[in-house]
């Protein structure tokens, strides 16, 4: 077989290996048909590679992605030296002499720099790395014969998992009386699979390839087509395969009981497992069975043996299983009221121990039916479900009143978007913080107020908030007006097709409180409660009758320009809460001017009122009972003839409008009179 005559004077690097690491062995990759190439690149001479050696200067960049190199990766080879087979296509005259050098690189892209659809860029390169350098003449024969050119790297190329392969090559005839001799040498190609945008030449006879290349535009050929067919020559270390990472059961992430514990496996036969608990130490314990865990912790575990290289570290980071915190069935800070219990709840299937003492652990049973008081109190408890620890303490401390509680709506849930009022401020009865003045008017059907009679008397309405927004101090005076109707629904007027206000006697309330709140102290726990005591009086209940409250505030300034809490709400099946809100207009002189509940614009009315959307507030009555012995209206120091007729009903409260079985006073004589 004719053979052409290749003389060179190559300047390569020995391969260094590791003391200690001394077994390498070698291994040839073959990229493209190199032992039978026999096709090459068709067209004119600038399409030869690795380099072009038609002019003078020139150059290129081929990258050989990471798919072609996983032989040599699997293995953490290294490249000694590529060899690249050309052909002569019967173009050339003279010797060919020139240098050559080459760079090679481990890069993440596999294509050549794109600067946008149509222009390309040389890819920047390293000329600090890996390189190998060639100085060759090549005497042509005329198609006798393929030749093969050798580029030995000074340090071999460390070929890394994932990434491509980018060789740089610059090249330059060293003598002017040859690039002009239409050389042509044709590089093998592959023919399957086409790499496209892999490929890219450069040759000029005035300005080298390296001080034009580096991200240069590419305005010379790129592309689409084969890459050459190359030998690579590589080293790889015969290592050990690596264990693989050890196993925990149960998964990163559980939590754990108190008799739980963590096994640990490895999947690689014969391998040792060590394992620490402590953050940011060595795995030094060698692992003999399972582990108990009594606090929160990381594991990190990794498997050894002679076999194996050892594994990477593996981690499963653990929490204890706690019973959930009991809660209380009446939130610390309320008062207990006489017919009322202290009720505690826990997870399905948890016991609850309490205790009354100031120190020492919980351990008495719950009672089924709740905690009678007697005075004050603190009660402290916990509770404690199978394969669980005991959960973490709950405490409540309450006042004990004599007075008899009825809640009206979710009173003691936990605020949330289903019973919480969510939207606008107007929304927020009783009090709208957000203006200088606010009334609301809420109706309590004689079905919720079940247990109240004509012995009943009112004396102090409790309305709880959730506080979301507000970080500041507010300060207003609130007053209530407590009436016993018969309607179960706001007044409407069917010709104006609108909802009518209640009447009230304002300048007479109830009672009149001074109201003050932190918001940023109740912010922390997320709610708050407003007191209303009714006075030494109270407010005597007539049995079978609605319960209209009207709760009127006035305070200098509004809450924070324009932030608002949001009051507890009880969803009914009636519209029976009705707001109104001004910075401008007193509620008298409002409804004087429009008696109706309308959603009317802030611009027009200078104010806002408004019938809710079937939400009223949950309300806490406290109450007691009285015997009354008889009803006597008061009397007057006044001549009867001269006194005023005034009535009553049975209950002794004053009524304007008399009809039935009403007390009948004047001055000092009182009878019952029947009034159609």
């Not at 006798?144 to 060789?167: A, C, R």
């Not at 030449?201 to 080298?208: A, E, N």
């Not at 309308?598 to 507030?617: C, E, L, R, T, V």
């Amino acid at each position: 077989m004719n053979k052409n005559i290749l003389r060179t004077a190559l300047v390569a690097a020995v391969l260094a290996t590791a003391a200690g690491n001394a077994a390498a062995d070698d291994g040839v990759l073959e990229l493209g048909n190199f032992t039978n190439a026999d096709m090459t690149y068709t067209g004119s001479s600038w399409e030869d590679a690795p380099v072009n050696l038609f002019y003078k200067y020139s150059g290129g960049q081929i990258i050989y992605p990471a798919s072609m190199l996983t032989e040599i990766a699997d293995v953490n080879g290294q490249i000694k030296s590529l060899t690249f087979k050309l052909k002569e296509d019967g173009m050339i005259y003279s010797d060919l002499t020139f240098d050559m050098t080459m760079y090679a690189e481990m890069i993440d892209t596999d294509r050549i720099g794109e600067k946008d659809a149509s222009t390309y860029n040389f890819l920047p390169y390293s000329t600090t790395g890996s390189k190998a350098t060639l100085s060759c003449t090549h005497e042509p024969l005329w198609y006798e014969g393929d030749f093969e050119i050798t580029l030995t790297f000074d340090t071999p190329v460390t070929v890394t998992p994932g990434k491509s392969l980018l060789l740089t090559t610059v090249a330059e005839h060293t003598e002017t009386d040859n690039y002009m001799s239409y050389t042509s040498v044709l590089s093998y190609t592959f023919m399957s699979p086409a790499k496209e945008y892999c490929v890219a030449f450069y040759g000029s006879d005035s300005s080298s390839f390296a001080d034009l290349a580096q991200g240069a535009e590419i305005n010379t050929s790129h592309y689409s087509y084969e890459l050459p067919v190359a030998k690579v020559d590589y080293t790889y270390s015969a290592a050990l395969p690596q264990a693989e990472a050890p196993v925990f059961t149960p998964a990163s992430g559980s939590q754990l009981g108190p008799d739980a514990t963590v096994t640990i496996t490895s999947p690689s036969e014969g391998a040792r497992i060590y394992y620490t608990l402590e953050r940011d130490a060595e795995p030094e314990t060698l692992y003999t069975g399972p582990i108990a865990i009594d606090h929160a912790c990381t594991v990190t575990a990794l498997a050894k043996g002679d076999a194996y290289e050892p594994s990477e570290p593996a981690s499963a980071t653990y929490s204890l299983k706690y019973t959930k915190r009991p809660t209380f069935g009446i939130p610390d800070g309320c008062p207990v009221a006489a017919n009322e219990k202290v009720t505690i709840a826990a997870e399905e299937g948890a016991e609850i121990l309490y205790t009354l003492d100031a120190e020492g652990t919980p351990d008495t049973p719950y009672p089924a039916d709740g905690i009678a008081l007697s005075g004050p109190a603190k009660i402290r408890a916990i509770a404690t479900a199978p394969g669980c620890y005991p959960s973490n303490e709950a405490e409540a401390e309450y006042t004990v009143t004599e007075l008899n509680a009825k809640n009206i709506g979710p009173y003691f849930d936990t605020p949330d978007y289903d019973n919480t009022f969510i939207g606008t401020n107007w929304y927020n009865a009783p009090i709208i913080p957000s203006y200088n003045t606010s009334v609301c008017q809420m109706l309590y059907l004689p079905s919720e107020l079940e247990g109240f009679d004509n012995e009943t008397v009112l004396r102090e309405l409790r309305f709880r908030f959730l506080n979301e927004t507000c970080f500041s101090e507010y300060e207003s005076t609130v007053k209530v007006n407590l009436q016993c109707i018969d309607e179960q629904a706001f007044p409407y007027d069917n010709n104006n097709s609108k909802y009518m206000w209640f009447a009230f006697d304002a300048a007479n309330p109830a009672a009149t409180v001074p109201l003050y709140i932190d918001f940023l102290e109740n912010y922390s726990i997320g709610w708050g409660e407003i007191s209303i005591p009714l006075g030494d009086d109270g407010f005597r209940y007539e049995a079978g009758k609605s319960l209209l409250i009207t709760v009127t505030n006035e305070s200098l300034a509004c809450l924070d320009g324009s932030e608002y809490p949001q009051f507890m709400k009880y969803n009914t099946t009636e519209e029976r809460t009705a707001t109104f809100s001004s910075m401008y207009v007193p509620f008298a002189d409002a409804i004087a001017d429009n008696p109706y509940v309308y959603p009317g614009s802030y611009a027009d009315y200078n104010y806002y009122s408004y019938m809710s959307d079937k939400n009223q507030p949950s309300v806490r009555i406290l109450s007691e009972q009285k015997h009354f012995d008889a009803i006597t209206a008061p009397a007057i120091d006044a001549p009867d003839a001269d006194a005023p007729v005034e009535y009553f009903n049975l209950q002794g409260v004053k009524v304007t409008n008399p009809s039935g079985l009403v007390i009948r006073r004047q001055g000092n004589h009182t009878t019952k009179v029947l009034i159609p």
